[in-house]
Every structure is written in C-alpha cells, then in structure tokens.
C-alpha cells in the first residue's frame, strides 16, 4: 500500500478543487475541537489526576474543606471556561493541600496542570517554574507505572511551553520522550498526540519532510482506531505542514 509521503508527491489529486473544499470543512470542524492540542494536554491530565489521587488521597469524613481531587477537577473546569486567574488561584490552593498529604504525586501533577494555566496566560517565568518543579519532584520518585503517568503528561506541558518560547529542539525532545513513555504505558491516543505535537516544533526548525513521516506514522497507528477526533487533528496538522512547507524538497 503506497505511504501517505508517496500519496502527497505523486498523486495531484490530492490537492485538486474538490478535495480542497473537502479538507477545509475538515479544518473547520477541527477548529473547534483543537487549538495546538494544549488544551487536550489539560484536560487528559486532570483526567489522569482523578484517576490517580481516587488512590492515593484519604480523605477525613470530618473535615469541610474541599479536597485536592476536587480542586483540581474545579481548576480543570475554570481552565476550560476560560477563567484562568481563577483557575491559577484554586490550583495553588490544590497544590497546597497535597503538601499537606505529604503526596508528592499530586504536587506535581498539579504543578503541571498550573504551569499550563500560566502558559496561557503569557506568565512565561512562572510557568517555568511550575513545570521545573513538578519535573524534579517526579524525578524523585520511584519510576513505577503510577509514576509515569504523572510524567508522560508533564513532559507534554513542557514541550508546550518550549515551543511557545521559540525553544523547538528542546521542544521534540520533550515530545519524544513523552511519546516513548506513553508507548511504554501503552496508552496509544498519548503517544500520538505527543507525535502530533511534535510536529509543530519540526516545522518551526525547517524539517518539513521529518514532520510529515511523523504524520504519516501517527496516520498508520490511527488505521484501525475509532479516535475521530484525532483522526481530525491528523488532518489539521497535516494540512498546516503542507501550507508551510516550501516548494523545493523537503529537508
């Protein structure tokens, strides 16, 4: 079966008239679902956080104060809402309450999910901070399974925020990593959406023809998945490295 590369340079019809209309509705739609995939980062990160703290935080019966899943599930919301200062100010109060657990797990994966908040709201030094921290606590813990789930996601942030800051090789490194570990847990939407991502900073370095054999494999992995929504911003991503890329060979 001819590769997806082989497809782009031989067939002519890809690009013809009607297709054309075909892919921007395919662009429109993906529009809404995906804006550089940050988003996505957040909220599969907030998912894995109730999933992993259900485990890990006791909660007394007692006491009134909200708890730190909850917190962070009220911060995913107010992040999706828009509500960013606001969700800034809940997820330090999350933050906060995991260090009094003495769960370091949690501390960092809420420090991941707050330097993405930061990130969107341009607060470049603070979200460094955030990300740093929250990497240098995963680091101290026991590389187990509950541990890299925590990892995988937080690698995703960081690559976000050195693309965003114009850092692209460090940002495919990040990627890569978070890729290689989302493989390792076998979770297959992770791993291609880290793939995805990458591509962004391949193009900003000029390696267009790198960035489409990346697509072309996420395209291959997504063969037999039911992940549409995905599937669309394969084709967004695919669409945005062939406007990008010059005329001449692809590097």
């Known amino acids: 079966m001819p590769s997806l590369w082989t497809k782009l340079n031989i067939k002519r019809s890809f690009l013809s008239y009607a297709y054309r209309w075909k892919f921007l509705f395919l662009l429109l739609v993906s529009a809404s679902l995906t804006v550089f995939l940050s988003t996505g980062i957040f909220s599969s990160l907030a998912s894995a956080t109730v999933a992993d703290t259900r485990i890990s935080v006791t909660q007394n019966p007692i006491s009134t104060e909200p708890s730190a899943a909850s917190l962070v599930q009220q911060g995913k919301e107010l992040y999706e809402a828009g509500q960013l200062a606001t969700a800034v100010k809940v997820l330090k109060q999350a933050t906060e309450a995991y260090q009094k657990q003495g769960d370091a797990r949690g501390v960092a994966l809420t420090l991941s999910n707050l330097s993405l908040a930061y990130q969107k709201l341009g607060q470049w030094s603070e979200a460094s901070d955030a990300i740093n921290t ?21 690698l995703n942030i960081q690559g976000s925020l050195q693309q965003r800051r114009g850092e692209s090789e460090q940002a495919v490194t990040s990627w890569q990593q978070a890729a290689a570990i989302y493989a390792q847990l076998g979770d297959e939407h992770g791993k291609n959406q880290a793939l995805i991502n990458q591509t962004q900073a391949l193009q900003a370095l000029g390696l267009y023809r790198r960035a489409l054999d990346t697509l072309e494999q996420v395209n291959q992995n997504l063969q ?28």
């Open 224 to 251: 037999s998945s039911s992940d549409s929504r995905l599937k669309v911003v394969l084709w967004r991503s695919l669409g945005s490295a062939l406007r990008t890329k010059p005329a001449t060979e692809c590097r």
């Open 134 to 154: 929250s990497l240098q606590l995963i680091g101290q813990q026991n590389q187990v399974p509950e541990t890299l789930k925590i990892l995988a996601p937080a």
